[in-house]
C-alpha cells in the first residue's frame, strides 16, 4: 500500500514541477477581505483560486476515508497534518488544468509551509499579505455576519490571535528572501484592488 501512495504522490509533485507552476500563498486575518480580492485577481489575471479550508470541507462531504478522518481530527480539535493539506491541494492543482495558482489560507504555520516545499517542491513566487488592522476586521465580521455562532466577539478575538501566532513566522520567513508583497487592507475595496493590480499587472504584460 505504501508503494502505491508514494508512486501516486511522485506522480503529483512531478507533474506539478515539471509544469513549472506558478504559485501565490494568500495570507491575512479572517475578515482582512482576501477572498473578495481572490475573486478579483481569478477573473482579471486568470488564476485558479484554491482554498485550503474549502478543499478539507468538500473531501468531508464526499464521504471518503480520507474525509472521515479529516472529521474526526477536526472534530476532536487536531490540526489536520500538512501531508493531507497538501495533497489535497496538489490534486486541485492538476485538476485545474491552469498553471497559476492562488493559494489562501495555506500555508497556516511554519510547519505548513516547509512541507509544502518539501512536498511539491515549488517555492512561491511571493506571498500576498492583506494586512488589516484587528478593529477593522472585527467590525467586518460583526456587520457581515450577524447571527452567526462562532462570530461573537470573544470567538473572532481567538481566531486573529490563532493567525498572528501561527502564520507571522511564515510572513517574516518569506520576508528574509523579498517575497512578502503587503497591502493595506483597511481601505475601500476598490482602491485595495488597485494596488493588487500594481502587484499582478506587470508581471501579466511580461508574459503576454
Same mark, same amino acid.
Given at each position: ?33 482576501? !477572498? ?9 489575471? !486568470? ?19 480520507? !474525509? ?141
Amino acid at each position: 500500500m505504501g508503494a502505491v501512495v508514494d508512486a501516486v504522490n511522485q506522480d503529483l509533485n512531478g507533474s506539478l514541477a515539471e509544469k513549472k507552476s506558478t504559485v501565490v500563498f494568500v495570507l491575512g486575518g479572517p475578515g482582512s477581505g482576501k !477572498g473578495t480580492q481572490c475573486a478579483n485577481i481569478v477573473e482579471h489575471f !486568470g488564476y485558479t483560486h484554491l482554498s485550503a479550508g474549502d478543499l478539507l470541507r468538500a473531501e468531508i462531504k464526499s464521504g471518503s476515508e480520507n !474525509g472521515t478522518m479529516i472529521q474526526e481530527m477536526i472534530r476532536e480539535g487536531k490540526i489536520v497534518p500538512s501531508e493531507v493539506t497538501i495533497k489535497l491541494l496538489q490534486k486541485a492543482m492538476l485538476r485545474s488544468g491552469n498553471d497559476k495558482f492562488l493559494i489562501d489560507g495555506f500555508p497556516r504555520n511554519e510547519e505548513n509551509r516547509a512541507a509544502f516545499e518539501e512536498v511539491t517542491k515549488i517555492e512561491p513566487a511571493f506571498v500576498l499579505f492583506f494586512d488589516c488592522p484587528e478593529e477593522e476586521m472585527e467590525r467586518r465580521i460583526l456587520s457581515r455576519n450577524q447571527g452567526r455562532e462562532d462570530d461573537n466577539v470573544e470567538t473572532i478575538r481567538k481566531r486573529f490571535k490563532v493567525f498572528l501566532d501561527s502564520s507571522l513566522p511564515v510572513i517574516q520567513h518569506y520576508e528574509a528572501k523579498g517575497k512578502v508583497r503587503k497591502i493595506d487592507a483597511a481601505r475601500p475595496i476598490t482602491e485595495v484592488f488597485e494596488s493588487v493590480k500594481a502587484i499582478f499587472a506587470p508581471k501579466n504584460e511580461k508574459a503576454e
